[in-house]
């Protein structure tokens, strides 16, 4: 037995952590890391639901969503250690070649 | 406050704490190691919730692959260490949008739910069998699209982080 807003403020909590990281790291890698926090309070909420509504579906899309942060982190991943090897900084205030 | 709560409540306290740990880290690698207590403390939230499959992808997934790639990630670009090189120099921004979503979600939260109320749900038990007998039953199509993704993400991935030779 539990209840739902217990569960709904531990995702909000999580999501404004990675709101902040986003915001405030330089580092790419940081940034990759912060938008996983948010990814994961996304699924908290959806396992949440799930539970709360006696259904599978938000578990399934939990699921999806675990496989598309995998497929996104590998991708960010091979980017930044691309952008290292051209400019040698994964600063992202310094990567500024698409900026207007 | 039942025992499901207790347990629930002490995973999140831990989860929260290291999740601003690793976006307030001055040590990257540190920053990747509360990373991977987040993850883990929100993979016991799922258990708790009773979502046991969902727990051990969490588990498998999270902490066993993408950390390490993260950890790789960090060990091929020698991020340098210290709140300048790593923070904007305008810290109060960030603070204040993060602190704003926060206060509306929570908003949000208490009118959609009321933070105060009594009502409990009772666990919803989903074993594995069960995931698998939906997910193969409602949701084949999106399962085949998540494979064609993954495939393409790793085509890209090698394509992305080859040396040019040629050039």
């Given amino acids: ?100 | 406050m039942t025992a499901q709560e207790y347990a629930f409540t002490v995973l999140a306290v831990i989860g929260a704490i290291a999740a601003i740990a690793v976006v307030t880290a001055r040590n990257v690698v540190h920053a990747a190691l509360y990373l991977v207590v987040t993850l883990a403390s929100v993979g016991g939230v799922y258990l708790v919730l009773s979502a046991e499959f969902v727990a051990w992808v969490q588990i498998l997934i999270y902490v066993g692959a993408i950390v390490i790639l993260f950890l790789f990630g960090l060990m091929l670009t020698k991020a340098p260490i210290g709140r300048d090189a790593l923070d904007n120099e305008h810290q109060w921004v960030p603070m204040m949008v993060s602190g704003g979503v926060f206060a509306g979600l929570v908003f949000l939260i208490d009118r959609a739910f009321h933070l105060d109320s009594r009502a409990r749900f009772a666990a919803f038990p989903a074993p594995t069998a069960r995931v698998g007998d939906s997910l193969f039953r409602g949701f084949v199509l999106p399962f085949e699209a998540v494979s064609f993704l993954l495939l393409a993400a790793l085509i890209g991935a090698v394509v992305l982080a080859r040396k040019d030779e040629a050039k």
């Fill in chain 1, 1 to 100: 037995m539990i209840r739902l807003p217990l569960v709904l403020v531990f995702s909000a909590l999580l999501f404004s952590a990675g709101v902040y990281g986003v915001l405030a790291r330089r580092n790419a890698v940081l940034v990759l890391m912060s938008i996983e926090l948010m990814l994961n309070a996304v699924n908290v909420n959806l396992v949440g639901f799930s539970a709360a509504l006696r259904s599978l579906t938000g578990q399934i899309f939990a699921l999806f969503v675990i496989a598309v942060a995998a497929a996104e982190v590998g991708i960010g991943l091979a980017i930044v250690i691309l952008l290292f090897r051209n400019r040698e900084t994964i600063n992202v205030d310094e990567v500024n070649l698409l900026k207007w």
